[in-house]
T-cell receptor, first 112, second 113 residues
Framework: SQTIHQWPATLVQPVGSPLSLECTVE??????LYWYRQAAGRGLQLLFY??????ISSEVPQNLSASRPQDRQFILSSKKLLLSDSGFYLC???????????FGPGTRLLVL | GQQLNQSPQSMFIQEGEDVSMNCTSS?????WLWYKQDPGEGPVLLIA???AGELTSNGRLTAQFGITRKDSFLNISASIPSDVGIYFC?????????????WGLGTSLAVNP
């Protein structure tokens, strides 16, 4: 069966510090991968998606970036965090032939 | 970006009551998905709908894919305290690797025991 992991679960970072959030998927190959941000427990905002290694599509311009160094690994990064980057970050995967996206447990980021 | 109109935004009901929420859009979708998010966790898929007019049940949950393909509703019968959470609809556009989910803003459900 497939599982999706996110690390860390919670993170408190000062403004201006770098960020690296990791998402890994097990039990599948060549998944489509997604990064979402959720502010204040409401709507999901798609940040990035990837259909393969090294292939990243950005949905919203911001100071975040994403990378996919391996087939089942998706990383969200920032060089300098802003207060507005605080939120709940969710990674999701989808098999290319399936309709449904499956979500990880999320990372709660607080920028102070 | 593109979004679905999901309503109501929030509901506060008594245990045992039925719940109904819906999503509408000006776009035509080929798939509708309903998710539930518990506090502090990732959304979990409840029901997936693939054909216009389709009516699908999952326990006390029932969802329908609107005949115009522009709307969907989710009903919860005989609510219980563990139904608390945020419910999201999502409609799918495109095909293949260009498939994209468009999300509603969520319906926050509170159940009073």
């Amino acid at each position: 069966s497939q599982t999706i992991h996110q690390w860390p679960a919670t993170l408190v970072q000062p403004v201006g510090s770098p960020l690296s959030l990791e998402c890994t998927v097990e039990g599948t190959s060549n998944p489509n991968l997604y990064w979402y941000r959720q502010a204040a427990g409401r709507g999901l905002q798609l940040l990035f998606y990837s259909v393969g290694i090294g292939q990243i599509s950005s949905e919203v311009p911001q100071n975040l970036s994403a990378s996919r160094p391996q087939d089942r690994q998706f990383i969200l990064s920032s060089k300098k965090l802003l207060l507005s980057d605080s939120g709940f970050y969710l990674c999701a995967w989808r098999q290319w032939s399936w309709e449904t996206q499956y979500f990880g447990p999320g990372t709660r980021l607080l920028v102070l | 970006g593109q979004q679905l109109n999901q309503s109501p935004q929030s509901m506060f009901i008594q245990e045992g009551e039925d719940v109904s929420m819906n999503c509408t859009s000006s776009s035509i979708f080929n798939t509708w998905l309903w998710y539930k998010q518990d506090p502090g966790e990732g959304p979990v898929l409840l029901i997936a709908l693939y054909k216009a007019g389709e009516l699908t049940s999952n326990g006390r949950l029932t969802a329908q894919f609107g005949i115009t393909r522009k709307d969907s509703f989710l009903n919860i019968s005989a609510s219980i305290p563990s139904d608390v959470g945020i419910y999201f609809c999502a409609g799918q556009l495109g095909a293949g690797n260009n498939r994209k989910l468009i999300w509603g803003l969520g319906t926050s459900l509170a159940v009073n025991p």
